[in-house]
């Protein structure tokens, strides 16, 4: 039976605050610039070469990615300069199973020591349990990571083709008209005030996936209400929340959700397939006007949906309509079935881990 040991994190790695680096210095070289949500952009020199991990230092805390190669470690992380012998696969799942926010040391921003974490007890296995460990939830995220980029394909195919026969292709005989002709914003959806239904945090949209894979029930209190076949847009800056956008298509059948004020939610209309409305949220030349429709402070802009609304589209004829929604229902039907599987393999991999790094399961 495989011996479990006990020590101190500082015992078994030692982390290092990252280095300053800001965006108008970094030179692309294909380096990824490591920050606390992920890579945040791309430099021509490296600070520690792979494999490595980091953990979030500032702003969002403590959260732990991993580079199988060369990285720059940004001044918003602490990262690893020494594993000590120990498989650096297995750290970063073991670090996934702390809650590092308990030693926040911020106040306005969220902030980790890493004098601090270094004083936390652990307990790990041999080098070999290690790897075989952090090989079977590898083997997970490898197939989930495998589905997104399917996915993200299957994305682009949606886009292309919105873009030729909407952009490109449009039929001179179609009407002039604005976004409205196709888009209904804000629709009325019911949802009684204290009833438990699904929310989903604003934090839990993603650039790189087409819908949330995490949300939780919480009872109606005021907010954006939806359904499936809405399509969420984040209406603040940065920039519409760095791109976040997310068409709901996880809830149960006549099933209503609620989120986030911040959210415009979008349906489209003309019996136009819904994921139509995704594709036209996630076109550049939309967001681009969005972003010019922002108004409020300077710290805290919003768009103003009333100018939105003024977005400029031609009206499809009816038979148009009917190709395009016969030829994307095969692509969302096939995001639809990947994204079902991506939410069972992250629920199997979540479950294992706290298992797996307990000693608990038997290898």
């Known amino acids: 039976m495989t011996e479990w040991k006990e020590y101190k994190l500082g015992e078994i790695v030692t982390f290092q605050r990252g280095h300053d680096l800001p965006k108008d210095k970094m030179i692309d070289g294909g380096i990824p610039v490591a920050g606390s949500n992920g890579i945040i952009g791309y430099h021509n020199q490296f600070t520690k070469e792979g494999p490595g991990v980091t953990i979030g230092r500032s702003g969002n805390i403590g959260i732990p990615h991993y580079y199988p190669n060369a990285y720059w470690a940004h001044n918003t992380v602490l990262y690893i300069v020494d594993f000590k012998g120990n498989d650096a696969k297995f750290m970063y799942y073991l670090l996934k199973t702390f809650d590092f926010t308990q030693l926040n040391t911020g106040s306005a921003v969220p902030s980790l020591n890493r004098n601090h974490i270094h004083e936390l007890p652990v307990s790990i296995p041999d080098v070999s349990t290690q790897r075989r460990i952090a090989s079977i939830l590898s083997s997970l995220d490898d197939k989930i990571d495998l589905l997104h980029r399917e996915n993200a394909t299957l994305e682009q195919m ?12 449009a039929k001179e005989e ?67 929340e760095n791109g976040k956008t997310a068409y709901v298509d996880f809830l149960c059948d006549n099933q209503v959700g609620w989120g986030s004020t911040e959210f415009i939610v979008m349906h489209s209309k003309l019996r136009l397939h819904p994921f139509f409305t995704y594709v036209i949220a996630k076109y550049q030349d939309f967001r681009d006007f969005a972003e010019s429709c922002m108004s409020g402070s300077s710290g805290r802009q919003r768009v103003d949906v009333d100018n939105l609304k003024q977005y400029s589209m031609a009206v499809p004829d009816q038979s148009t309509v009917e190709l395009f929604n016969n030829r994307i229902e095969n692509i969302v039907s096939k995001m639809h079935n990947n994204n079902n599987q991506i939410r069972t393999l992250i629920e199997t991999r979540d479950g294992l881990l706290p298992r797996l790094m307990g000693g608990e399961v038997k290898l």
């Open 174 to 240: 179609w009407e002039e008209g604005t976004i409205v002709d196709l888009v209904e914003f804000n629709p009325t959806r019911k949802l009684v005030k204290g009833t438990v239904a699904p929310f989903l945090e604003m934090s839990n949209l993603s650039t790189s996936t087409y819908s949330p894979t995490y949300w939780y029930d919480r009872a109606y209190d005021s907010g954006s209400k939806f359904e499936n076949g809405d399509t969420l847009l984040a209406r603040i800056t940065p920039c519409l």
């Open 158 to 169: 949606a886009e292309t083709l919105f873009r030729q026969w909407f952009v490109v292709e």
